[in-house]
């Protein structure tokens, strides 16, 4: 095993290789995420001496002070030669451990990113809710940041974000964008999103809807003429319309729905699947759009798990499903029928529909 090198060797390695992730714990080498698995370095083992200076270097004191008291931190950590990096520094077993997320410097497009022509038309909007959501490592604040560059260089807005933290830098272009960072330059979601129709916005990112408040401000937003671009940590259309609902109180739901439903501009949800020709990962994407039929499913809690009937025939307004997604890159050969079938919301009917279309699924 090799000796282990200073931080910031570990964190050009993490960009070097292409990995998302670095896990340094104690009693194992450092890991690093490609392509959404692990892979163990030959490096020695991490010691308790390790993990505390590293915490060390990375914190500041507000953020040691946090970590002191609630045994865990979230926060931003950027270089000019190494980047920007998600770091999360936290207790296990008495030691502490660090998870470093690299954030990819500049903003790709939508067709770089793999991403529908519905996500292109939501930033020319000018008002309502648009919703990104996913797992964790699914790619949604890549997708946000895509946005907000398109807007930015296509439209004389001002823009204004709040993020936990901020991940990537935009400089000004037709646009004036100002990024505020929770615990920094706001105290939460909530009060950000409040205080935030005081500074003139026409676009608003949120980079995460986590509670009612966050999501009652979000939509009160939206409705006083403002575009919210936001993420959720839901699987899908339907999963993202009953969380909205579901944290409110039972008597107000009628209400939240009607709301909600009149927000709307786009629900998209991403699950990142592996290539074919193994050369990385690419987002499979459920698309729900703005239409009276949505509305109606929106209002009915008896029609809202059939969201994706809406999405399924709803192709003239730019929407589909995970499966009508994954069947076209199949089709296409961007990924394999295995790797589909895996990430397929409904497989038997996947592999029906594959069958059905001629494709080889053996």
Known sequence: MEQLPILDALLGKLAEIGASDLHLKVGSPPAYRIDGHLHF????????????QWAQELMDEKNSVIFETDGEVDFGYGTATLGRFRVNVYRQRGSIALVVRAVVAGSKGFVELGLPEAVGRVCKEDRGLVIVTGASGAGKTTSLNAM????????????????????????DKMAIVSQREVGVDT??????????????????????????????????AAETGH??????????????????????????????????????????????????DSSGRVPAVEVLTETDRTFEYIMDPELTPNLEEVMTEGAY?????????????????????????????????????AQKTGLRTA
Do not use: W
Not at 151 to 171: A, F, Q
């Open 41 to 52: 370095s030959e490096l020695s083992k991490v010691k308790p001496d390790d993990t505390q």
């Open 148 to 171: 907000i560059d398109e807007i930015n260089s296509t439209r004389r807005v001002s823009i204004v974000t709040l993020e936990d933290p901020i991940e990537m830098l935009h400089r």
């Open 187 to 220: 105290v939460n979601f909530s009060d950000g999103l409040r205080r935030v129709l005081r500074q003139d916005p026409n676009v608003i990112m949120v980079s995460e809807l986590r509670d009612a408040e966050t999501i009652e401000a979000a939509l009160y």
């Open 227 to 276: 575009l919210v671009l936001a993420a959720m940590y839901t699987n899908d259309a339907t999963e993202t319309m009953n969380r909205l609902v579901e944290v409110f109180e039972p008597h107000r739901h009628h209400q939240m729905r009607l709301r909600i439903g009149r927000a709307i501009r786009a629900v998209i949800s991403q699950r990142l699947v592996s290539t074919a």
């Open 317 to 353: 307004y730019g929407m589909k499903t995970f499966d009508q997604c994954l069947l076209q890159m199949f089709r296409d050969s961007v990924i394999t029928f295995e790797e589909a079938l895996n990430h397929a919301s409904h497989p038997t009917d996947f592999r029906m529909a």
